[in-house]
């Protein structure tokens, strides 16, 4: 990237090269989620997809927390402000269909950016923040979390994320059931558990830097064999075995013919040599 772009709830910087790091930078309200957020949001996976100089992501609150979920001030003035101007059930409605999958666009770029997203978590999870994470390839998380599916709580079934991705992965249905029908709060342990969370670290620093030095090592891999993974690992998720098998063949039919693979297969003989070791964390692929 030239210059980094410049948004008002987000921050970006690249901490490492290939690296960058996205903020959400509205911590006066502990990063809950307004609607300039979720449009930010967008237009920055949407820019990273495609941006060359970026092959690995790392996703962090500023801050005391991740993200306190969706900001009910603006969550009020939409039921409130909004709605109270529509007459008709069916346009509310249709308001409403319109922002929910507004909103569902905004976290879903990070899961459809092809570039993979470590969530590095700290202080709260709540919310809509579990819901972003969920959209999230790795979540490393500080040992002080807490974390709450507070959907529920406030009357709705979770729609951006936790209940539409997450029980692909989650590895306890039994006990992440139990967090998404009570709110209650849980912490890093437990979230480790349910297989939510990846790693844990002792501090907020400590969490941030294993996240962006595990990016810094995924950044020095083929960005084709990386983002090729990504894209596999995201079909394989949402369709049929039978499905996965063909959608692969047709995918690696060309992407079998790249010169990373020479480069690869090359640095893996000179790297049995003792006295080469480094040859595959050397090599240098061109960006995409
Ligand atoms: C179509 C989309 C559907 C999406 C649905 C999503 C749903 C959800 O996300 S449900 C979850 C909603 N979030 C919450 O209910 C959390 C609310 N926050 C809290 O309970 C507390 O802030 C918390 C216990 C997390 C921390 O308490 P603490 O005493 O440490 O800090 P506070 O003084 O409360 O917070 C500091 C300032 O941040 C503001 N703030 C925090 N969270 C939110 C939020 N979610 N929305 C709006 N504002 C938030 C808080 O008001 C303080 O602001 P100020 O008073 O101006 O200093």
């Known amino acids: 990237m030239s210059s980094l772009p410049t948004y008002e709830t987000l921050k ?32 920055c996976f949407e820019q990273l997809n495609t ?8 996703l962090t609150g500023s801050g005391k927390a991740f993200s306190t979920g969706i900001d009910v001030k603006y969550l009020s003035g939409v039921s409130v402000n909004e709605l109270g101007e529509i ?27 092809e570039k993979p997203v470590i969530a590095a978590i700290h202080g709260h999870c709540i919310g809509a923040g579990v819901d972003l994470s969920a959209c999230c390839d790795i979540r490393y998380s500080a040992r002080d979390t807490t974390f709450s599916i507070k959907e529920v709580d406030i009357g709705l ?20 059931r139990e967090l998404v029908y009570t709110s209650r709060t849980f912490n890093s342990d437990e979230a ?6 990846g790693r844990i670290f002792d501090t907020r620093e400590a969490v941030l830097e294993a996240a962006i030095s595990l990016a810094s090592v995924i950044a020095r891999k083929s ?13 394989a998720r949402d369709h049929t075995v039978d499905d996965n098998f063909l959608f692969a063949s047709a995918w690696n039919s060309s992407m079998l013919m790249t010169e990373d693979i020479i480069k690869g297969v090359m640095a893996s003989a000179v790297s049995k040599d003792k006295s080469n070791k480094d040859a595959i964390s050397e090599i240098k692929f061109e960006d995409i």
Do not use: W
């Open 192 to 197: 480790q558990q349910i297989g939510l969370i």
């Open 223 to 235: 960005p084709v064999a990386v983002q090729g993974s990504k894209i596999n690992l995201n079909y």
């Open 157 to 176: 079934a979770a729609d951006v994320g936790t209940l539409q991705i997450l029980p692909k992965s989650i590895t306890n249905h039994s006990i992440f």
């Open 51 to 58: 941006e060359k100089s970026c092959r690995a992501i790392v």
């Open 12 to 43: 970006l910087s690249q901490p490492k090269p290939h690296v960058t790091l996205v903020e959400l930078n509205r911590s006066s309200k502990l990063n809950a989620m307004n609607k300039q957020l979720f449009d930010e949001l967008k237009v």
């Open 87 to 113: 007459d008709d059930v069916a346009r509310k409605a249709l308001h409403v269909r319109r922002m929910i999958q507004s909103t569902q666009a905004s976290l879903r770029s990070v899961d459809k950016c």
